[in-house]
T-cell receptor
């Protein structure tokens, strides 16, 4: 399985600001995913990020709010833009293994 | 469309007793099924998967799960629970296709008392 790290591990931000979350993998992977886990809830897929192409967003998520970069096969960033308290969540990146996904430790975001 | 249901928000068992966490799924084609565990303030850890083959699959930490196509279920089991098994468990599904997107259940909190 891949070793995945995320930065920052947690942050407290003011509404109206933006935060960029980094996801680093110790091996080259084709497919990366970004999820949101709102307090006490399950995981919801935000987008799929493939290197060399635009991210594919799920219903309810838009690029202006959650821009994603995928500059190479080991790295991706997710930006949460113009934040509001409703964006307070854990944000997780994952990578596709042989058939299962492996997850990073998550970034716990609190928006005041 | 694909979906997963975990009918129990919480499961409480005594240490040493069998543990079962229920999961049912809905997909259009053949399912790929997964179990993940989340410990407090940690990311998700992969436990096991069913892709094809034997209906009983074994995974990490002594867990196993049984795929039942007729009942569209994939229940997670452990013969003898440990206090350290206390965590949040998620079942997930995706269709056997080139679409690799996972759909997760709501999660089941397992508490194992000493």
């Amino acid at each position: 399985s891949a070793v995945i790290s995320q930065k920052p591990s947690r942050d407290i931000c003011q509404r109206g600001t933006s935060l960029t979350i980094q996801c680093q993998v110790d091996s080259q992977v084709t497919m990366m995913f970004w999820y949101r886990q709102q307090p006490g809830q399950s995981l919801t897929l935000i987008a799929t990020a493939n290197q060399g192409s635009e991210a594919t967003y799920e219903s309810g998520f838009v690029i202006d709010k959650f821009p994603i970069s995928r500059p190479n096969l080991t790295f991706s960033t997710l930006t949460v833009s113009n934040m509001s308290p409703e964006d307070s969540s854990i944000y997780l990146c994952s990578v596709l293994g042989r058939s299962e996904q492996f997850f990073g430790p998550g970034t716990r975001l609190t928006v005041l | 469309a694909q979906s997963v249901a975990q009918p129990e928000d919480q499961v409480n068992v005594a240490e040493g007793n069998p543990l079962t966490v229920k999961c049912t799924y809905s997909v259009s084609g053949n399912p790929y099924l997964f179990w993940y565990v989340q410990y407090p303030n940690r990311g998700l850890q992969f436990l096991l998967k069913y892709i094809t083959g034997d209906n009983l699959v074994k995974g990490s930490y002594g867990f196993e799960a049984e795929f039942n196509k007729s009942q569209t279920s994939f229940h997670l089991k452990k013969p003898s629970a440990l206090v350290s098994d206390s965590a949040l468990y998620f079942c997930a599904v995706r269709e056997n296709s080139n679409d690799y997107k996972l759909s997760f259940g709501a999660g089941t909190t397992v508490t194992v008392r000493a």
